[in-house]
């Protein structure tokens, strides 16, 4: 299940934020939003896209560099909210 | 047995290890009262600018210097002896810490910012950097807070104990409410009440002698670092460590620099040491030095660049003018990119922040690179819980975004006025700043809803030629409309912004309404147009690529401290060859080299004595910083409770017999309008009287009476009369703020009924009377003289014009003016049979270049006029500024010992004077032997 969820996000990003990269330069410890590959608004845009994806509710404090700066991270805000 | 050996090999590392940490500890804290000695023996050893750095050093220091460098080296190869660090690692950190020695050098040999900085906090964090970095990692954040303590004693308790334990103690306390065991809202009602209280304090409704100092460092701490930590806490973010939770709050630089960034406390904690630790410490090196350079340049544009509003007359000057305005900006990012360095040379390692703002192509892209910290402040508090909010209630997402953005720009600007609230103690409010921030917030969300109309851009395309060009473009076009607005920004009101387009042509139908003006109108609207488009992305162009993983990884290697070396190296150059360099290069290197105010602010800061500045720079000013720390007693000269308006030429005048509190100072007025002890109208038999005449130096603006050079003078003049039976009375007709025509007229009025035998007049700060006149035509008062009708019809005013504008053309003809009030003063003096005596008096911070020739010119026309001339300018230069001004927010006004000073030269000169007859003092003969 936590792979699939990575596989899942890393092509998102990948298509969303790196568009003509490889989805394998995102590795599970890249930092998306430390390194700038992810801003602001497509951090919005990313947890809008969870939600609906998993069918999860973030929470706006959420919405924070400890949850969304890795596949990893982001694996497990999913997977906690999903029970 | 063997266990037994194991257990003492264990122990004797372990106290290898502490020895090698105390070693350390004790090398750097030799190292540092050595340094740091100068700082505390005043105008004792003090290297004053331009002498080198090791010239005021003693040999006590050097010894103390060499043995303490020398015990923390030791320390340093006993932890690698121990295996604490390789001898890689050593290595790395012993060029770092050179880098950083070689920039805190520059930085005390520019003077950067004040001089608790560049002589004492620099070397503080020099020192804690390598204590620090020797301490065993669970430790360091005791030192990091240990750190942030020692800053704020080490610059505030020797000359304010009573503020510095008030503002620790507030400080613990209120992180101690902020830790309380109960539930949030009663921390955050306890913290509010706790606010109300300081609100009060810092607004003078509770009366204390320490809030000017407590409260807004207080505030720098606390106002938005306190809400993130209680976000972040709440929501189980941030570090846990009580140690780095305290350290937090107590940012070793932010006693000295009140506009602090606001760091991130989630970050502050997430990132403490999150890669090797000579990476972090090379890139704070680095932008430590960035930021001395920003500093440097901030200096040039500041001293040599920038124009005031009142004199852009064209559309070139107008570029010019916003241009440089703008460029002020580099003092922030300077600031910001130093205070961050130094966190980072402590293991925070935190974001860049400016990131070449500069460069910036569109709305996003600046707002992202300007103020990273704030940008990530009100992501956290306003942006994301407004967009997550609007979401859940069924706003798609770009409308989300859009109503976002318009809150984090409603709360942006008014979260700048609470803090102007709490580092100045009023709340400011102006339409230009709403209007910045309003503009500023719409533009990023239109270019927000075009860019989501996109696709994603593709990132690393090849650069053409034409790419660069474009994105060139683009750039330009983003600082054009960021240095306009910025423009607006900096305006007291938008009329004064309109005048600025005005006067400089651009927008000329904002004057006339003629076909030309049209034009000329239409062509600058359409060149703003075309620019706003190009920023906000409606013309097609590049876009930035977006940041591949690859870009991010870059590994520490020694030769990387080869580059910054090698630029401390260059900066360092000219201050070593000065000595060989010509005048002209020496004072341009001096220009740049400490904090003084520019002419313009300087003539700001003057006026800023007698009433209130609206037009100062935001937080980007050394005018502010200097106003900062002004008593909360101060008033506006017209709100002095013995002062009263007048409706002629003179503005306004003492009341005669008022006692009151003025600048923190007790005036008495005597019963003819001087501040003055009381005199007969009729002059006594055997007393020769002087007249002085001049404006707040004379009158002693921030000094008691007893401590005034004139007060002084008078009593040592006496007291040498006395011996032949005579005496010296001198009456102070000085007046605060006056201009030369109100001196001249008072003079007229009250000076000589009382038939003086000398006339000194006072040349000040106010000679030039523009500013008076402009007024005076502003509301209609007829001029005194003929020469100042002429000087107002040929200068084209007109009474719609700001006053600024006013000034602006009136300039021209001041020196005109100034001959006719010498001319009126010296011929009614000799008619009355008193001498006139011209007086140039400099300020406390010397004399600038810029005001060599004007004093030159002044002192020609006042011999002109028939004035004995006297001229002391070096009377304050062989003592440290400090000792001498009335305090930071007033550097223009002499203290009690400045006062003595000017006492002591004026005596021995008019004694000359008198010896060689060219004044008559009433002495008898041979009284400047004796004096001798």
């Not at chain 2, 395309?461 to 750039?475: E, H, T």
Request: charge should be neutral; aromatic fraction near 12%; charged fraction near 15%.
């Amino acid at each position: 299940m936590r792979d699939e969820v990575k596989a899942e996000v890393r092509a998102y990003v990948a298509e969303q934020f790196l568009p003509g990269e490889s989805p394998d330069l995102i590795t599970d410890t890249t930092l998306l939003v430390s390194d700038g590959i992810i801003d602001s608004l497509g951090s919005l845009r990313l947890v809008s896209w969870l939600e609906e994806r998993f069918g999860i509710t973030i929470q706006a404090s959420e919405v924070a560099v400890d949850h969304l700066d890795t596949l990893d991270l982001i694996a497990d805000l999913v997977l906690s909210k999903r029970g | 047995m063997s266990a037994l050996t194991q257990t003492g090999s264990e122990r004797f590392a372990l106290n290898a290890a502490a020895i090698s940490v105390l070693l350390v500890i004790a090398g750097a804290a030799a190292a540092f009262v050595a340094l740091a000695a100068d700082y505390y023996g005043v105008g004792v050893n003090r290297c004053e600018l331009g002498c080198g750095l090791l010239q005021s050093f003693g040999a006590s220091q050097m010894a103390l210097l060499a043995l303490g460098v020398a015990a923390t080296l030791g320390g340093s190869a006993l932890q690698m002896r121990l295996g604490m660090h390789t001898l890689r690692e050593a290595l790395g950190f012993w060029l770092i810490t050179g880098q950083v020695a070689l920039v805190a050098l520059i930085i005390r040999l520019y003077e950067i910012e004040s001089r608790a900085f560049f002589e004492l906090v620099t070397t503080l964090i020099l020192c804690g950097f390598v204590i620090n970095h020797h301490t065993p990692r669970p430790a360091r954040p005791k030192v990091f807070f240990a750190l942030g303590i020692l800053t704020i004693v080490a610059v505030f308790a020797a000359g304010k104990p009573l503020e510095t334990a008030l503002l620790i103690g507030f400080a613990l306390a209120i992180f101690w409410i902020a830790n309380l065991n109960i539930a949030m809202r009663w921390r955050v009602l306890i913290l509010a009440l706790v606010l109300v209280a300081l609100a009060a304090v810092h607004t003078g409704l509770i009366e204390t002698s320490w809030s000017n100092i407590v409260v807004p460092l207080l505030a720098s701490m606390f106002i938005f670092r306190l809400v993130i930590y209680l976000y972040d806490t709440h929501n189980g973010h941030g570090p846990k460590d009580l140690w780095t939770r305290l350290g937090y709050f107590f940012l070793p630089p932010n006693p000295l620099f009140p506009f602090f960034p606001v760091v991130d406390f989630a970050t502050f904690g997430r990132t403490y040491y999150n890669q090797a630790a000579l990476l972090i410490y090379q890139r704070g090196a680095d932008w430590i030095l960035r930021g001395v350079i920003h500093l440097l340049l901030y200096r040039v544009v500041y001293q040599f660049f920038t124009i005031a509003p009142e004199q852009v007359g064209t559309p070139l000057e107008f570029v010019h003018f916003v241009f440089a305005n703008f460029a002020l900006y580099l003092r922030i990012s300077g600031l910001f990119h130093l205070i961050v360095g130094v966190l980072l040379l402590f293991g925070f390692n935190l974001h860049e922040t400016h990131s070449r703002f500069y460069l910036s192509s569109g709305f996003i892209d600046f707002w992202r690179r300007i103020n990273v910290y704030w940008k990530d402040f009100m992501q956290k508090l306003v942006f994301n819980p407004a967009y997550m909010a609007l979401k859940k209630r069924g706003f798609g997402h770009i409308a989300a975004v859009l109503l976002a953005i318009a809150a984090t720009f409603f709360v942006t600007w008014a979260l700048h006025a609470y803090q102007w609230f709490w580092l100045r103690g009023v709340l400011h409010f102006s339409l230009p700043d709403f209007l910045f921030w309003a503009l500023l917030g719409v533009f990023l969300a239109l270019q927000t809803y075009i860019e989501s109309k996109r696709p994603p851009a593709a990132a690393a395309a090849q650069p053409s030629l034409l790419r660069q060009g474009l994105l060139l473009g683009r750039q330009l076009c983003t600082l054009f409309v960021i240095c306009l607005l910025w423009s607006l920004w900096g305006s007291a009101t938008v009329a004064d912004w309109f005048d600025l387009l005005a006067n400089a042509g651009v927008a000329p139908l904002l004057r006339s309404n003629t076909p030309e003006a049209w034009a000329l109108t239409v062509v600058s609207i359409g060149i703003a147009a075309l620019a706003l488009a190009v920023t906000l992305g409606l013309v097609p162009g590049p876009v930035q690529p977006a940041r591949t993983p690859a870009r991010a990884q870059q590994p520490y290697a020694h030769w990387r401290s080869a580059v910054p070396v090698g630029l401390a190296l260059l900066l360092i150059a000219p201050q070593a060859l000065k000595p060989r360099l010509s005048i002209d290069q020496q004072l341009a290197i001096e220009a740049v080299s400490g904090s003084r105010l520019n002419a313009y602010d300087q003539a700001a800061m003057t006026r800023g004595y007698y009433e209130e500045l609206t037009n100062i720079n935001r937080f980007n000013s050394p005018l502010w910083e200097s106003l900062m720390f002004r008593p909360q007693s101060f008033q506006d000269m017209a709100d002095w409770a013995g002062v009263r308006r007048r409706n002629d030429y003179i503005r306004y005048d003492f009341i005669p017999g008022a006692e009151f509190n003025a600048h923190g100072v007790t005036i008495r007025v005597n019963s003819f309008g001087m501040r003055d002890r009381e005199y007969s109208l009729a002059k006594p038999p055997n007393t020769t009287r002087i007249a002085l005449i001049g404006s707040s130096r004379a009158a002693g603006l921030g000094v008691e009476q007893e401590h005034l050079f004139e007060t002084r003078l008078e009593n040592a003049l006496d007291a040498q009369a006395e011996t032949d039976g005579r005496s010296v009375e001198i009456l102070n007709f000085a007046l605060p703020g006056s201009f030369t025509v109100e001196r001249q007229l008072l003079f007229e009025e009250r000076a000589l009924q009382f038939s003086p035998d000398v006339v000194l007049y006072v040349s000040g700060p106010r000679e030039d009377a523009s500013l008076h006149i402009a007024r005076m035509y502003r509301v209609g008062r007829t001029a005194p003289y003929p020469v100042i009708e002429d000087v107002i019809e040929r200068a084209g005013l007109d009474r719609s014009m700001s006053l600024e504008r006013m000034v602006a053309l009136l300039a021209p003809y001041k020196y005109e003016v100034l001959a006719e009030v010498y001319r009126r003063i010296a011929a009614s003096a000799r008619a009355n049979g008193a001498t006139p005596v011209w007086l140039f008096l400099p300020n406390v911070q010397g004399m600038a270049a810029a005001n060599s020739d004007d004093v030159e010119m002044q002192s020609r026309l006042a011999g002109e006029a028939g004035f004995v001339i006297l001229n002391f300018p070096d009377v304050f230069a062989e003592h440290p500024i400090e000792t001498t001004y009335v305090g930071a927010w007033d550097t223009d006004h002499p203290n009690a010992f400045g006062h003595s000073l000017i006492a002591d030269a004026l005596r021995d000169r008019l004694v000359d004077l008198h010896a060689r007859g060219e004044i008559d003092l009433g002495l008898a003969p041979g009284a400047a032997d004796a004096q001798r």
